[in-house]
């Protein structure tokens, strides 16, 4: 077992001060870790693996020709609403852009499309309306995109008001319809276009085919298919559009290790290579949990294993079989890492390389549960931003691609290197990469099974569980349980879902109902402005490092 904790120890003198164990330590773990820890309890955080940050892993490949290595983020690349870094940040009276610089990445994503044209995705709404003008001119499609955004733009704005920063679990938990059933409030639900999926609103603002595939793949970041996903989705547009992509200095594993050093140098202990067996309940609520032999006394657990697992195998009871019936699994997926001996100067930081058909595509993966034949690759090609992750001249190239999450009967040993084949030829055909076999010089893999077994997720899920299902599909697992008192959820599993942003929300959210529960001090002021999207209205630059 292995311990970081702070230099200073645990903050003292704090009247309120509990004992509080975070199972897990994804970025959702670390930010109820950092955020409780900030707060004046006494955190003690554990995880099963050997490293801290779950999926946000790092690998790092020699170059065989002892020229350098290969530094690879295993898991997230793409980092977008900074905002709740910063509020976590401020929670610890800290300077998030002092101590974890970003980069803003602009264009957004560089796509190409199975037909060989090519578009990149820009962040300001009017060059990016422009640009789908000139891609298919005389169409309309700009005007489309912009009506589009404004439509983003509300859906976010409601889900600020109703879902972010609270704990929800239902509409229950965010409307009060007795008290709040006002001519406001329904103008808000109307503007959630419930009964819509995310891809009928995208083809009703712009139905090219290839922009629509696009725009769908806002719907990746949770893992779901557009065209089960709820309208509220698409609220992810004006999120991209006016908070940015960005690139952490050191790749997006410097947000985990900021996190740890956040939460220990606030006192909490943070312990690796520890596996959570069970809760301890008496009298309907949590007293402690089992580690192996130990037994860890605590006033409130916050467990970020994946949601319905901890209501199966740590908790026990009827719960987890009711969360179980209620939520399916997100998708899984094959990552490729490949250590490249060229750099290919066409290629943007973020590509995505789309199929030939996006309903077929999603037709496979979420309803038949099969590796889709044609499918769409996103590429992370970090060295043009940050080139120490290569040797001089070369490429840590990551390849993404979807697939079902983990179905009886499937052996991904065995599929995996037809499947892997299937990518590289797709890599070749679409994305310009002809050589790139004879490029790799070397290279590692993760199978679905590989990612359910490094994560301990439901079925190999990346994201948590399915945003699917037109009118409640956005809902998630509470992070404040209602099946036992002291248990709160934090991570892609639990409310308000997967990503870096929402699963480092989910922590927040979990850290701060449980102080609130506990009658602690609550979020200060400097951490309440931090959060707000008013925030970024400041000029772009001062939030990059330069
Ligand atoms: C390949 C890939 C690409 C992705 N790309 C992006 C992207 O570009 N942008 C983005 O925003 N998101 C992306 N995501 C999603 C994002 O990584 C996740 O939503 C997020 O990191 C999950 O965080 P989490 O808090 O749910 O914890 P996880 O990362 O799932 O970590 C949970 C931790 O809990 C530990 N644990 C589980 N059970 C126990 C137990 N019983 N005892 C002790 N420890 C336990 C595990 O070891 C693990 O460390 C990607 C994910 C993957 C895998």
Redesign the pocket.
Known sequence: MNAISGADGRRSGVATAKRVVV???????LAAAAVAAARGHRVTL????PWL????AVLNLPAPDGSGSFRFD???????VPRVLRRIYAEAGRDQERDLPLIRLDPQWRCFFADGTRIDLQEDVGEMARSMDAFAPGKGYGEGYRRFQDVSRKLHDVSERFFFWKPVEDLFDTLNFRANMNPDTLRDVMALRMGQTMAKVIRGHVPDARLAQMLDHYCQ?VGSSPYLAPAVLCSIGDMQAAEGVWYPKGGTRAVAEGLAKLAADNGADLRTG????GFEVENGAVKAVR?GGERIACDAVVS???AIRTYRE?LGGKAGGRYGRKFKPACS?V?LYLGLNKRYEHLGHHDFVFSRDAEEEFDFIYRRGEPAPDPTAYLAAPSGTDPSVAPEGGEALYV?VHTPHLRPGQDWAKIFPAYRQIILDKLKRTAGMEDIEERIVVERH?TPQD?HER???LDGA???LASHGRYLGAFKPGNRSRAVKGLYL????AHPG????M?MMS?WIAADALDRDLGGRGMGTAAEEAGQRDALKQPRRALAAE
Do not use: Q, S
């Open positions: 199972v897990g330590g994804g970025l959702g773990g554990l995880d099963k693996n940050g779950g999926k946000a295993m898991g997230p690349t793409i980092l977008t970041y520890v596996e959570v067996t580690a970020n294993m994946d740590l997926g990552v993404l993760l990612i994560y301990k997720v990346i994201y948590g934090a991570g892609g599993a997967p990503g870096m942003p699963v922590g």
